[in-house]
């Protein structure tokens, strides 16, 4: 394994200490500074995502009152919404931000093991959002496609956006691409070859196994995207065929021939499911260890955790057709994926009943976090079931492309791991600046939110059993649609408002607790794993002043028997006791 | 504390909220009654586990909340109950699994002496195609349906049959956005698009299938309730997704068949063409080039049917009402004005889709010479 010699690797490895403040906070080589970039632009695009939704909500509660939400801009806004909201905010927030915060802190490293590399991965993600946010201001918009940005249509006209807002919608996601695998390499590195001495890969918190087999897929998925978006760009911009058959564009024949938009939509979801474990894994990983540490109990059966994270990633690659069960494609790939997506419900399920069984017989402290890790569980649970509904196939053709599939993938990769975003920057925060988040705003913050998202989606649900489908710009003049249903998408739009409005008050929040909140201990929720044990609180640049820690057993040693404190720090000598349990049968080599 | 008493309220609150919705599946009106049954099956394992899992954790919740001196226990593992837990979640998935795909097999499967319907998809309307009942072929009604490509394709050839293909000649067409089916037969849908995406719906059906342009994609049901069903679009097709519209009327096989009688074969659509005149002003002839090259015909009539947007004939110096309650006389100087900047006055009635199209002053002109035409003849 490779572990490094502590004392060699401040003088080798760690880069100079930056002097001046553009270095230090601009041109940034830490992986400190670098998360909180990632983190506050993924909050500040997040943010525009959030208004997108609310514009969207105004028009389905209140269709043709707000006269300047025209067909045009309510796709646009549904599209970028989409586009924004999974990648740029999700994907961008728990790897560039938690992601680089979190593992050299908590795997005991100095920082990531390439910083510039890292530094570059901040700043490319920052032009892809600007080129995201410029397809506002050309010609015609931004690309209305629907977030999955399906051709024909995406590059025709007929759909907002087609020329400008496409071409610069798929150059910015490709510029994504660019800075995340930069980042991803950086994180897998650090994970596998900059571990503290006797931090072995089983004995590291399970965010950061979420983070780590999330990274991975995200390496091996992205270039799925990377190329159909370049394909797509030649169609539109070269006159190619990939995506696109002979066709007839509004009265217009189009130059294209022999094209299949099923290659798109293959590509697009080989990457777009790992995609939705790319967001999930971490949130897995993350909430795991806030049930624990504010359960003041070991994450039950860490093991088994860890092996649902990499099976759960593993599976996420061959199930990308459940998403396309009625797209067209040979009916008989129904039988494959509708097994291979139920099948992966087992390690999810697992998942599910170890964090309730971590709870059993805990001391469990109802802080922050720990509401945002129970409002979790409730919304994730839920959310997972409808999956059961849509992974199978006969169950999904009449419920495809209705309200029911807004609701179920909102619930389960939306609210849920934002939920645990909330509750991760609720728990790190004091780590991250030294302060403490405001309590009281936080508790506001929580029940508004859990409690809106929940009103807001779960009678959403059977509007798409009624058969509603999803992208309507309005749905007059439909029998079918009882008008209580237009009774419910008002109710739904004003808690839509609500919600988003509470988010001023967490943004508030973390403004002014940075400045003005109560000053933090170096260890305040009493937790056992590394990152928690720096010399200085926040941590300084290289973390762990002159000597690197020694890891001496895993993250979860919380109220063991006979310890004085209920958890012993995992760098605390051996003599303390707490090491993890060991394998059954002889194979590991845990300590 | 509260927590808990939240986290029970919204199950039980949930728990009722289903029991009680006043939205749930429309009534079915087709064969597929064990699509409808699987929901079921899939509703009552998942309410199961969802509420006994939220129970449980509402109660653990609830009992070992922190209070002073509290400690919590250690048992950081238990394999047998793990291996228990990993047991009974596989059998309820086999549980859900087995009846779903059961399903499947036969969706996969369409009867051999089903009823070819050809659904036509087209920003922003549908068109339907039977292979043509002629008496000779019996009730099934099985001769085959023509050949097609999209370089055929034209407005009054919406279908892109080609006209070479003797099978091509007796189809029926129909270019409205209603279709008649017989009840009781199954009915194979062809699906077809010449420009993009589009999936026709019906919920009262359940069964249903995207459509793919340069492919084609197919899904059978058996209609079994007589009446007037809503068809849309469930796949995102441009500005007018919400307005593509169409209607599927189930009727008894005597009725379906006196319908399909009425319709226009391809043989006629193409004669009738042949026979009709042609228009001398070379200003509207122009303008009707211009018609079908800028794509306006996709959405605008010339024959009186109400496709996407308002038809042409008979539009010139009628008088229209917009939004906002004023009324417009559409002549020369509306019209250009429109055409110009179509969301500047949306018309009641119709959804503001229209795009702006570039068009220089003279193509204007020739565009509304045209449609006056449509009137003054």
Request: net charge neutral; charged share 10%.
């Given at each position: 394994?490779?572990?490094?010699?502590?004392?060699?690797?401040?003088?080798?490895?760690?880069?100079?200490?930056?002097?001046?403040?553009?270095?230090?906070?601009?041109?940034?080589?830490?992986?400190?500074?670098?998360?909180?970039?990632?983190?506050?632009?993924?909050?500040?695009?997040?943010?525009?995502?959030?208004?997108?939704?609310?514009?969207?909500?105004?028009?389905?509660?209140?269709?043709?009152?707000?006269?300047?939400?025209?067909?045009?801009?309510?796709?646009?806004?549904?599209?970028?919404?989409?586009?924004?909201?999974?990648?740029?905010?999700?994907?961008?927030?728990?790897?560039?931000?938690?992601?680089?915060?979190?593992?050299?802190?908590?795997?005991?490293?100095?920082?990531?093991?390439?910083?510039?590399?890292?530094?570059?991965?901040?700043?490319?993600?920052?032009?892809?959002?600007?080129?995201?946010?410029?397809?506002f201001f050309v010609p015609g918009g931004p690309t209305g496609a629907g977030w999955t940005l399906y051709p024909p249509q995406a590059i025709l006209p007929g759909t907002p956006g087609h020329d400008g807002g496409i071409v610069l919608m798929l150059v910015s996601l490709v510029i994504f691409i660019v800075a995340t695998t930069m980042g991803g390499l950086n994180y897998v590195t650090t994970v596998l070859q900059a571990r503290a001495e006797g931090m072995t890969l089983l004995r590291m918190p399970l965010a950061v196994w979420g983070i780590f087999v999330a990274t991975i897929l995200a390496l091996l998925a992205f270039p799925a995207l990377f190329v159909s978006g370049i394909m797509m760009l030649l169609d539109k911009t070269l006159g190619t065929s990939f995506f696109m058959p002979a066709l007839i564009s509004l009265g217009q024949v189009s130059g294209h021939k022999g094209g299949s938009p099923l290659l798109f939509q293959h590509l697009f979801w080989f990457f777009g499911h790992p995609e939705v474990y790319i967001v999930a894994l971490p949130a897995f990983?993350?909430?795991?260890?806030?049930?624990?540490?504010?359960?003041?109990?070991?994450?039950?059966?860490?093991?088994?955790?860890?092996?649902?994270?990499?099976?759960?990633?593993?599976?996420?690659?061959?199930?990308?057709?459940?998403?396309?069960?009625?797209?067209?494609?040979?009916?008989?790939?129904?039988?494959?994926?509708?097994?291979?997506?139920?099948?992966?419900?087992?390690?999810?399920?697992?998942?599910?009943?170890?964090?309730?069984?971590?709870?059993?017989?805990?001391?469990?402290?109802?802080?922050?976090?720990?509401?945002?890790?129970l409002a979790f569980l409730l919304t994730f649970v839920l959310g997972g079931l409808t999956g059961l509904f849509l992974g199978n196939v006969s169950v999904d053709i009449p419920l495809s492309g209705t309200y029911f599939v807004v609701a179920h993938f909102h619930m389960v990769m939306g609210v849920a791991p934002l939920l645990v975003v909330f509750g991760g920057i609720y728990h790190w925060f004091p780590k991250i600046t030294g302060r403490m988040l405001d309590d009281r705003l936080g508790q506001l913050h929580f029940w508004v939110t859990f409690l809106g998202t929940y009103l807001i989606y779960f009678p959403m649900h059977y509007l798409g059993v009624l058969g509603m489908p999803r992208r309507y710009y309005n749905y007059e003049n439909y029998d079918f649609i009882p008008a209580s249903a237009h009774m419910l998408n008002v109710f739904i739009t004003v808690v839509a408002l609500i919600v988003g409005a509470m988010q001023i008050v967490f943004v508030f929040n973390l403004v002014w607790s940075t400045f003005r909140g109560a000053r933090a201990d170096a260890n305040p929720w009493r937790a056992a794993s590394l990152e928690w044990f720096t010399p200085h609180t926040p941590p300084r640049h290289g973390n762990w002043g002159a000597k690197l820690p020694v890891v001496h057993r895993w993250a979860y040693a919380y109220s063991v028997p006979g310890a004085r404190a209920d958890f012993i720090a995992q760098n605390a000598p051996p003599e303390a006791g707490g090491f993890e349990p060991q394998p059954h049968s002889s194979k590991g080599t845990a300590s | 504390m509260a927590v808990a008493l939240v986290l029970l309220l919204i199950v039980v609150a949930s728990l009722l909220f289903h029991w009680l919705t006043p939205w749930w599946l429309t009534p079915l009106a087709s064969n597929w009654q064990r699509m409808d049954d699987t929901l079921t099956v899939t509703v009552l394992i998942t309410g199961a586990f969802f509420a006994a899992i939220m129970l449980f954790l509402i109660y653990t919740v609830w009992r070992y909340r922190h209070r002073s001196g509290q400690r919590a226990a250690y048992e950081p593992e238990n394999p047998r109950v793990e291996r228990w837990l990993i047991g009974a979640t596989t059998v309820g998935i086999v549980g859900l699994l087995a009846p779903g795909l059961a399903v499947y097999a036969d969706y996969v499967h369409p009867p051999q002496d089903a009823l070819v319907l050809e659904v036509l998809g087209q920003q922003w309307q549908w068109h339907y195609r039977f292979a043509g009942l002629s008496e000779k072929a019996g009730a099934k009604g099985s001769e085959r349906l023509g050949g097609t490509d999209v370089r055929f394709v034209a407005p009054d050839n919406p279908f892109g049959l080609d006209p070479a293909d003797p099978a091509a000649l007796d189809n029926v067409l129909v270019t409205g956005n209603e279709v008649h089916l017989p009840i009781g037969r199954p009915v194979k849908v062809l699906l077809r698009s010449n420009d993009v995406l589009h999936d026709f719906f019906v919920p009262p059906f359940r069964a249903r299938m995207n459509i793919v342009p340069g492919q084609l994609s197919t899904f059978w049901f058996t209609p079994t309730t007589a009446g007037r069903f809503e068809a849309m679009c469930a796949q995102l097709c441009g500005v007018g997704h919400s307005n593509m519209r169409g209607f599927v009327i189930v009727e008894p096989e005597a009725d379906f068949r006196a319908w399909l009688a009425k319709q226009p074969t391809f043989a006629m659509a193409l004669a009738a063409r042949a026979a009709a005149p042609r228009s001398t002003d070379p200003l509207v002839a122009r303008g009707g080039a211009l018609a079908q090259s800028k794509g306006c015909v996709a959405c605008h009539s010339i024959d009186g049917r109400t496709i996407v947007g308002p038809t042409w004939k008979g539009?010139?110096?009628?008088?229209?009402?917009?939004?906002?309650?004023?009324?417009?006389?559409?002549?020369d100087e509306y019209l250009k004005r429109f055409i110009r900047d179509p969301a500047a006055r949306p018309i009641k009635g119709f959804a503001p889709v229209m795009p702006k199209v570039d068009l220089s002053d003279a193509e204007v002109d020739a565009l509304v010479a045209y449609i006056k035409a449509q009137t003054a003849n």
């Open positions: 394994m490779a572990y490094v010699d502590a004392a060699d690797h401040l003088a080798d490895d760690a880069h100079a200490e930056p002097r001046s403040f553009l270095t230090r906070y601009v041109w940034s080589q830490d992986h400190k500074v670098i998360a909180v970039q990632y983190g506050g632009t993924a909050i500040v695009v997040g943010v525009v995502g959030l208004v997108l939704s609310n514009l969207m909500r105004l028009q389905i509660g209140f269709p043709g009152v707000f006269s300047f939400i025209d067909a045009e801009r309510y796709y646009q806004f549904v599209t970028m919404h989409g586009m924004i909201m999974v990648i740029y905010l999700l994907t961008a927030l728990f790897l560039g931000g938690f992601g680089n915060y979190l593992i050299p802190l908590m795997v005991g490293a100095r920082d990531m093991v390439f910083p510039y590399m890292n530094m570059l991965s901040f700043w490319v993600y920052l032009l892809s959002v600007v080129v995201l946010m410029l397809s990983g993350i909430v795991s260890d806030l049930i624990s540490v504010h359960a003041r109990k070991a994450i039950f059966g860490y093991r088994t955790m860890v092996w649902a994270i990499v099976v759960i990633g593993g599976l996420s690659f061959v199930v990308w057709a459940h998403h396309m069960f009625v797209s067209g494609m040979n009916p008989y790939f129904g039988f494959f994926f509708a097994t291979s997506t139920l099948i992966i419900a087992v390690p999810t399920a697992i998942k599910v009943y170890n964090w309730v069984l971590t709870l059993w017989k805990g001391d469990i402290h109802l802080s922050v976090p720990m509401l945002f890790a | 539009l010139f110096g009628k008088t229209e009402t917009l939004v906002d309650g004023s009324s417009a006389k559409v002549d």
